[in-house]
C-alpha cells in the first residue's frame, strides 16, 4: 500500500521554541494532505487541510499563526508549532489523499512534548 | 456538520471469538466509511472500508456492513487474535476523489485475551 512518512517521530522541545513536523507520501502524489492532533486516548482532531500550492484551510477554533502549514510539492507538507507552550504537547498526524484510489493513507504520528 | 458516534468505547473478547464495533453517522451525504486500526504510538492504519453503493464487504476474518437508511455501519472481526488487540476508529466522509475530510469516531479499545 500507499506510504506516508512522518519526522521527526518524537520530539522534546523548550517553551517559545518552534518545531517543524514533516509529511511525505513516498510513492504517490498528494494534492491534499491533512493533519490531525491526538490527544491521549482520544480520536483524531483534523487540525487543517493543506492544499499543494495554497493556502490550508484550518478548522474551526486552530490558529492559523500558531500552526503555520505549509505544502509546497506534492508529496511534501509541513507544520510548524511556533512559539510552542507545555498545551501544545500531543501526537500530530498527517494523512496524505492518494487521488487516483481515493483513499487516504496515515503517517505514523510526531509526539511532541514542550517542556 | 459530520457527526459520528462509536460503541462500544472498550470491548474485551477471548481469542478465537468475534468482535464488533458499531458506528452511526448524521450526514446523510456521506458516501465513504473508513475503519482504521491504530497501535500504540503510531498512526492509523486503513483495514478496510465501505462506499455507499455497498451494503457489505468482507476481507479474510474482517467484514464491515452499511445501513444507509438507518446511517450505521459496523466492523465485525471474527476469529479474534491477540494482535487484533488495538484501538479502532470508524470515520465518514463526502467522498468526491479530491478532497475526502474525515470525521472520525471516537474509537474502541479492543482487547483480546487468551
Known amino acids: 500500500g500507499a506510504v506516508v512518512s512522518q519526522h521527526p517521530s518524537r520530539v522534546i522541545c523548550k517553551s517559545g521554541t518552534s518545531v517543524k513536523i514533516e509529511c511525505r507520501s513516498l510513492d504517490f502524489q498528494a494534492t491534499t494532505m491533512f493533519w490531525y492532533r491526538q490527544f491521549p486516548k482520544k480520536s483524531l482532531m483534523l487540525m487543517a487541510t493543506?492544499?499543494?500550492?495554497?493556502?490550508?484551510?484550518?478548522e474551526q477554533g486552530v490558529e492559523k499563526d500558531k500552526f503555520l502549514i505549509n505544502h509546497a510539492s506534492l508529496t511534501l507538507s509541513t507544520l510548524t508549532v511556533t512559539s510552542a507552550h507545555p498545551e501544545d504537547s500531543s501526537f500530530y498526524i498527517c494523512s496524505a489523499l492518494a487521488t487516483r484510489v481515493g483513499e487516504l493513507f496515515f503517517g505514523e504520528g510526531s509526539r511532541l512534548t514542550v517542556l | 456538520g459530520e457527526n459520528v458516534e462509536q460503541h462500544p468505547s472498550t470491548l474485551s473478547v477471548q481469542e478465537g471469538d468475534s468482535a464488533v464495533i458499531k458506528c452511526t453517522y448524521s450526514d446523510s451525504a456521506s458516501n465513504y466509511f473508513p475503519w482504521y486500526k491504530q497501535e500504540l504510538g503510531k498512526g492509523p492504519q486503513l483495514i478496510i472500508d465501505i462506499r455507499s453503493n455497498v451494503g457489505e464487504k468482507k476481507d479474510q476474518r474482517i467484514a464491515v456492513t452499511l445501513n444507509k437508511t438507518a446511517k450505521h455501519f459496523s466492523l465485525h472481526i471474527t476469529e479474534t487474535q491477540p494482535e487484533d488487540s488495538a484501538v479502532y476508529f470508524c470515520a465518514a466522509s463526502i467522498n468526491t476523489g479530491t478532497a475526502s475530510k474525515l470525521t472520525f469516531g471516537t474509537g474502541t479499545r479492543l482487547q483480546v485475551t487468551l
Open positions: 493543506s492544499n499543494e500550492g495554497s493556502k490550508a484551510t484550518y
